[in-house]
Nanobody, 124 residues
Framework: QVQLVESGGGLVQAGDSLRLSCAAS????????MGWFRQAPGKEREFVAT????????FYADSVKGRFTISRDSAKNMVYLQMNSLKPEDTAVYYC?????????????????WGQGTQVTVSS
């Protein structure tokens, strides 16, 4: 069992930056690839970014590539999402998720554990 708690969301203006944090507790953090997803009102949950167990590879949705950076600190059991040049279309609830598979997944159903989400609102 893994517990995930996100933080760092808020209301910002277009062009601003935010850093989301995800604190993991429970079973060995290094056994999980970690991902960030987001869900806007009336839309399905969508993939944002994922990072491998070792942290040596990252993958991003095209919509955030070049603006967002995912990272992990295994010593602290933390995952981060640095979001720069934010746009109104980035407005959503952002979720942290853990995947026990050895493969890289971008589909929400492949992830085993989820946090409660943190709201990010970007005004124009």
């Amino acid at each position: 069992q893994v517990q995930l708690v996100e933080s760092g969301g808020g209301l910002v203006q277009a062009g601003d930056s935010l850093r989301l944090s995800c604190a993991a507790s429970g079973r060995s953090f290094n056994n999980y690839a970690m991902g960030w997803f987001r869900q806007a009102p009336g839309k399905e949950r969508e993939f944002v970014a994922t990072i491998t167990r070792s942290g040596d590879r990252e993958f991003y949705a095209d919509s955030v590539k070049g603006r967002f950076t995912i990272s992990r600190d295994s010593a602290k059991n933390m995952v981060y999402l640095q979001m720069n040049s934010l746009k109104p279309e980035d407005t959503a609830v952002y979720y942290c998720a853990a995947d026990s598979s050895i493969f890289i997944h971008t589909t929400p159903s492949k992830y085993d554990y989820w946090g409660q989400g943190t709201q990010v609102t970007v005004s124009s």
